[in-house]
Nanobody
Framework: QVQLVESGGGLVQPGGSLRLSCAVSGSIFSMFAMGWYRQGPGKQRELVASITSGGTTTYADSVKGRFTISRDNGKNTVYLQMNSLKLEDTAVYYC?????WGQGTQVTVSS
């Protein structure tokens, strides 16, 4: 059974940075695409960024140029580097492996 463990969320001021991590166990991690989603207060869950097994990345327009998704297949981990954070980036961020969600990690951007 696949398990996802997320870490790295927290409170940060506007303009700051955070790096989220998602460790995947119990599967052949390198063969699958991974994604980061988020759900803000009163909003639907949305795709933030994804990365294929070959390393091709896609981003939501709202985070292009600020967020970077990457993966380390040796560590079965996917990352989301978030720079120039804005108030509207406040949300619970979820890691997604095919068929499985992480527990979510809170990111709060506030002055």
């Amino acid at each position: 059974q696949v398990q996802l463990v997320e870490s790295g969320g927290g409170l940060v001021q506007p303009g700051g940075s955070l790096r989220l991590s998602c460790a995947v166990s119990g599967s052949i991690f390198s063969m699958f695409a991974m994604g980061w989603y988020r759900q803000g207060p009163g909003k639907q869950r949305e795709l933030v960024a994804s990365i294929t097994s070959g390393g091709t990345t896609t981003y939501a327009d709202s985070v292009k140029g600020r967020f970077t998704i990457s993966r380390d297949n040796g560590k079965n981990t996917v990352y989301l580097q978030m720079n120039s954070l804005k108030l509207e980036d406040t949300a619970v961020y979820y890691c997604r492996f095919p068929g499985t969600w992480g527990q979510g990690t809170q990111v709060t951007v506030s002055s």
